[in-house]
Each structure stands twice: as structure tokens, then as C-alpha cells.
């Protein structure tokens, strides 16, 4: 990918003025990001995973992929993230979410954009974000993978579409067989017809990938809508 992060003017002058403080341990952090060079290092960042979900695999382990996708390959063709969803990390995206820490949005979406825009190969045509429901929106005010998928899609020039909406709420998960929480995830988002994907490589955008049943049922959606490629680019990943 030819697009390297691009800090604005504004965002230079704002540093020169007041410089960063480290969102971890609160001391200056001695550059344009809120988080020390030290904080950083000390971050889990994802070892050996599997090379289709990035779900942590132990450093034995024989294979490229894990269990899960070598029984069954998921819709989507690669997970890229960094960090395991693990201290402080997990802080710092319930802060992001819960709080409305936005700061804490944008660190991580600068480490993931240092750590993995590498690894991207070809250009996507689009960013899509998870959808939430309206209501989940209007208690929290905003679309965490929204505001994620605009950050990535500025610093790489890459357009953000809506594709898929959450038009219904999603239960409570538990006690339900895996085929009656795949038919509940099923009808909780809608493929918008009026967007036209076909042929295209896009990307499913995430704060964090737990059980990767989300994002494979957006996969899914997306694949018999058309889409060539599906990826997904999360901040974090469960172990
Ligand atoms: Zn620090
Ligand atoms: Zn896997």
C-alpha cells in the first residue's frame, strides 16, 4: 500500500503547543502519540496466529490456520490486527466505547496502522463497519467501528461504505445452539440493494474480534451479494 499515515498540519502545531501524555502511564510521551514508547512496548502484541482469523495459536502448534478454519474456511479471507484483547489493551477499548475516550480510539488505530499496513497488499475498494443497532447508538452515541473505519480510511484513502445495517436487535446469545445463534446473527443485519459491491475487494472493520460470528455472517452477506474478497481489520483480537 502506497498511502503512509498522514499527520496534518494542525495536528503537528497542536503537538508543538501541548505536548502528548501517555494514555497508559500519564507521563509525557515524548512524541505525537499519546502513549510512550515504553507503554507501547509492553503491550501484547499478537505472537503467532492463525494466518486466516489471527485467532493466538501457541508457538508449537503445526499448523498455519487453526481448527476452527481448517474444519470449516470462513467467509472471509484474512483477519489483520496487532494486539491481543488482553491488559491494558481491553481498557483502553472499553474506555473508547463506554466512555467516550476517543483519544483512545485514535491510538490504536495509529498502532494499527504502524504495526499492519505492511501486510495489506492490494489496495480494498471499500471500509465497511460493523453496524449497531439504533438503540445500542443512541445510548452510546456513536458507532465505535464507524469512527474506526473513518480514521483508517483517511490516513489510506480508502472510501467508507454502508453496506449492511443492524436493523434488528441481537439477544442475548446464551444458552442457544450454534445454529440458532448463526439464525439469530442472520436476520440481525440487512444487505442495503442499493449498494453495488460486485466484483469488489472489501473490508469489515471491527473494534474487537471475540468469536469471529459477526464478522463471518457480514462475510457471508457480503459474498452472495457479489464481493470478490472479504477482510477483516480489527483493533484487538480475543485469545
Ligand atoms: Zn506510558
Ligand atoms: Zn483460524
Known amino acids: 500500500m502506497v498511502n503512509r499515515f498522514r499527520k496534518s498540519y494542525v495536528q503537528k502545531l497542536t503537538f508543538a503547543l501541548i505536548p502528548g501524555r501517555c494514555i497508559l502511564c500519564q507521563s509525557p510521551s515524548m512524541r505525537e502519540l499519546d502513549l510512550c514508547l515504553s507503554c507501547e512496548k509492553s503491550l501484547p502484541w499478537l505472537g503467532n496466529c492463525c494466518i486466516r482469523c489471527a485467532l493466538p495459536l501457541p508457538d508449537n502448534h503445526q499448523h498455519a490456520q487453526c481448527g476452527k478454519c481448517l474444519r470449516k474456511p470462513p467467509a472471509f479471507h484474512s483477519c489483520i490486527t496487532a494486539l491481543r484483547y488482553d491488559f491494558p489493551v481491553d481498557r483502553l477499548i ?140 480489527c483493533l484487538a483480537r480475543t485469545p
Open 94 to 233: 472499553t474506555g473508547f466505547k463506554h466512555q467516550r475516550k476517543m483519544h483512545h480510539g485514535s491510538v490504536l488505530a495509529e498502532l494499527w496502522l504502524q504495526r499492519c499496513q505492511a501486510q495489506l497488499g492490494t489496495k480494498p475498494d471499500a471500509l465497511i463497519p460493523v453496524p449497531i443497532h439504533w438503540r445500542r447508538r443512541l445510548f452510546r452515541g456513536f458507532n465505535q467501528s464507524l469512527v474506526l473505519a473513518n480514521d483508517l480510511g483517511k490516513a489510506l484513502d480508502i472510501n467508507v461504505l454502508h453496506a449492511i445495517s443492524h436493523p434488528r436487535a441481537t439477544h442475548s446469545q446464551q444458552g442457544l445452539s450454534a445454529a440458532a445463534r448463526r439464525k439469530n446473527l442472520q436476520r440481525a443485519f440487512r444487505f442495503l440493494a442499493d449498494v453495488d459491491i460486485k466484483g469488489k475487494h472489501l473490508v469489515i472493520v471491527d473494534d474487537v474480534v471475540t468469536t469471529t460470528a459477526t464478522a463471518n455472517t457480514m462475510a457471508a452477506i457480503l459474498a452472495r451479494n457479489g464481493a470478490a474478497r472479504i477482510d477483516i481489520w
